[in-house]
């Protein structure tokens, strides 16, 4: 299975017995809605529901940081998703979350999954079904991690790279937040990025009904940033989730996708001791 598929691609595919669909989204702290319960109003049928925030390290107080290979493991399975499985995550807004999910079975080793191009948006307009109500339990199956770490960093990998950039960052944040001249949707959060980093809003790689641009696209999209496959990237944002995005994006232009990392600006840019650049 390709990285994304079609609205298409999925509705043929639905109800085989080794295809699960995930809704994967999630709100920020400004936007006054609850993605389960958004869910629970309306999503595509047979579709479970993919809290980040559930699926995610409960020992830290930073948002839905990476698990353990265990703790994924068993959440998977109790979601019945298994190492047979093959997996399409969508989320509410075209894509903003999806792509988290996509990452995530990246990083645990499962390569079979997908993010749905355009999203629930796209498969709305399109007159294609829908459902209320609760997922229907899952039979329990078996997931075996095989953790990639070169895919992730953490704020001490960013920490070295200062000044040797031998890895560039590519923050995925809208450009005023990039720049400082937005405030953070998080309370007391400090504004503008990493310094030596380059700004692609998540925004630039998509159409506006939320589908991905083409490869050709992509890539010019990213060359307008000095990004050109050159150094290795790895890709921030506010908190880890559209910063997979840019990484998705990167995958489809042919270009290497690098490492996410993780706490993004809500770790650099909570802490006092972090430098930060702004304009």
Known sequence: MEPLVTTGYLAGELGKPDLIVFDATKYLPNEPKDGKAEFVRAHIPGARYFDIDLIADPETDLPHMVPSPGRFARLMAELGAGNDSRIVFYDRKGLASAARGWWLMGLFGHDNAAVLDGGLPKWLAEGRPAQAGEAAEPVPAVFTPDYRAGRLRGIGDILANLGAEREQIVDARAAGRFTGAVPEPRAGMRS?????????????????????????????????????????VVTSCGSGVTACILTLGLRLAGLPEGAVYDGSWTEWGGRTGTPVEAG
């Not at 310094?195 to 809003?201: A, C």
């Not at 630039?204 to 992509?218: I, V, Y």
């Open 192 to 232: 503008g990025h990493i310094p030596g980093s380059v700004n692609v809003p998540y925004t630039d790689l998509l159409h506006a009904n939320g589908t991905f641009r083409s490869a050709a696209e992509l890539r010019a999209v990213f060359a307008a940033a000095g990004v050109d496959g050159s150094r290795p």
